[in-house]
């Protein structure tokens, strides 16, 4: 069965500093899809980053990259110059088709000015 | 451009009545998913459409139904309601179904609590 683990319930970092966020799975699929969701406190969900798992090259968007180490099933995400903006929980999550997201419990990010 | 509209966005029942929870995914997108999120957790599956298929459930009750309409909005209907079903209920869109390579857009949910 697929899982999706969080281990960090919470975390809390200064404004500009550089945060990350852990994830861990489990599938027995070769190709799947992994996912950073964030959920700002007004509840809308949001994706923030994907990645493929036949790409080896870990994916970027602006300041959120992603080291994806496949062997590992690690997929922690990178927040570069961290912004008030972005507290809120993130989430991890894995599709291996169809976009039936297996999600991980989620971690509250706290930027503090 | 429109984004996913869910409604109600809160809504109070009592143990054994019925809801139904609504969406409309954004102009275009053939694809609705209905998840599940209790408060402090991630999300769960519950059901997916496409083209107005269900292509998946997750495991959940047989109180737990869905359908989805020609013009591709969808309900999610939930019957003989238990304390535990109070969570928040997201939809989200999608295009269609390649292979995860698309993205889903979300709704800002149903929060539905049952006394």
């Known amino acids: 069965a697929q899982t999706v683990t969080q281990s960090q319930p919470e975390m809390s970092v200064q404004e500009a500093e550089t945060v990350t966020l852990s994830c861990t799975y489990d599938?027995?699929?070769?190709?799947?899809?992994l996912f950073w969701y964030k959920q700002p406190p007004s509840r809308q969900m949001i994706l923030v980053i994907r990645?493929?798992?036949?790409k080896q090259q870990n994916a970027t968007e602006n300041r959120f990259s992603v080291n994806f180490q496949k062997a590992a099933k690690s997929f922690s995400l990178k927040i570069s110059d961290s912004q008030l903006g972005d507290t809120a929980m993130y989430f991890c999550a894995l599709t291996e088709s169809n976009y039936q997201l297996i999600w991980g419990a989620g971690t509250k990010l706290i930027i503090k000015p | 451009d429109t984004g996913v509209t869910q409604s109600p966005t809160h809504l109070i029942k009592t143990r054994g009545q019925q809801v139904t929870l609504r969406c409309s995914p954004i102009?275009?997108?053939?694809?609705v998913s209905w998840y599940q999120q209790v408060l402090g957790q991630g999300p769960q599956f519950i059901f997916q459409y496409y083209e107005k298929e269900e292509r998946g459930r997750g495991n959940f009750p047989d109180r737990f139904s869905a359908r989805q309409f020609p013009n591709y909005s969808s309900e999610l209907n939930v019957n003989a309601l238990l304390l535990g079903d109070s969570a928040l209920y997201l939809c989200?869109?999608?295009?269609?179904?390649?292979?995860?390579?698309?993205?889903?857009?979300f709704g800002e949910g149903s929060r539905l609590t049952v006394l």
């Open positions: 599938t027995s699929e070769s190709n799947y899809y």
């Open positions: 102009s275009g997108h053939k694809s």
């Open positions: 990645q493929e798992a036949y």
């Open positions: 989200a869109s999608s295009s269609g179904l390649p292979r995860g390579t698309g993205e889903l857009f």
